[in-house]
DNA sequence: ACCCAGGGTCATA
DNA sequence: TATGACCATGGG
């Protein structure tokens, strides 16, 4: 296996966080629901709202759909902007269901997936890539704020690629590797981890993988 | 009181 | 194509 400053990266992290297991979430749906909600918001609250679509028994296509928006606007309200991603919600549920569901949707190929999944409106480049690799197991690379900061800070990348730049960039370190679904499912969530559990809460991390690289905050 | 969080869309130039 | 406004709750 090629040797590049991502598979340096992950070897770094995984050592350090171990394996997470990601997504947080029951099965491929509540992955989709997770990946809308979690837009822009922090997974604290989106743990709240998936606790309200779940006690209410609104955690399946079909029950949100026979929702009033407003009711499941109210629902998710603690994720934030929850007028949007009510209807969001929505948008997506109808193309998963006009689409034969998960059974269906499995057979597709993924580039045409991942069409089909931006072409929902609501659905951008980073909730497209989240369903995909964690609700449908595809070999791609999930770019966020995080992977960007962290990429950049590290003299990978400029640091103002596109994002199909990037997610190509990423994907193709880990070309022909058998196990890049597994590899890119852990790396996304070492890098939101390793945000959230240290360096949000010290200017330098102390004991973490990246040490002197891993400035957060600004410049 | 301020800043930010596992983004995306839409209107404008 | 490239900015800017807008969406909104909750924790640090």
């Known amino acids: 296996m090629a040797s590049n400053p991502y598979t340096q990266l992950h070897r770094r992290l995984l ?52 929702l009033p928006e407003e009711a499941l606007a109210a629902l998710i309200r603690p994720s934030g902007y929850f007028n949007i991603k009510a209807r969001r919600l929505r948008n997506l549920c109808q193309w998963y269901q006009q689409h034969g569901a998960l059974a269906g949707l499995q057979q597709w190929e993924t580039t045409s997936l991942r069409q089909a ?10 909730t497209a890539d989240d369903i995909l690799l964690y609700a449908f197991a595809r070999p791609v690379f999930v770019i966020d704020s995080y992977t960007r900061r ?54 330098y991390c102390e004991g973490c993988p990246l040490r002197s690289d891993c400035v957060y905050g600004d410049q």
Not at 117 to 126: A, D, I, Q, Y
Request: glycine residues 10%; hydrophobic residues 45%; negative net charge.
């Open 15 to 66: 050592q350090h966080y171990g394996p997470q297991q990601w997504w947080p979430a029951d099965g491929p749906f509540e992955v989709m629901v997770g990946a809308v909600l979690t837009q822009n918001t922090a997974w604290g609250n989106v743990e709240k709202a998936i606790a309200n679509l779940q006690a209410a028994g609104a955690l399946a296509p079909e029950a949100i759909l026979s």
């Open 117 to 126: 999944l931006l072409g929902v409106n609501g659905v951008g480049p980073e």
């Open 150 to 203: 962290i990429l950049s800070r590290l003299g990978v990348i400029q640091g103002d690629e596109g994002y199909e730049s990037l997610r190509q960039q990423l994907e193709a370190a880990f070309e022909g590797d058998s196990q890049a679904v597994s590899i890119f499912n852990e790396l996304h969530a070492l890098i939101v981890m390793h945000a959230k559990e240290h360096c949000r809460k010290r200017p």
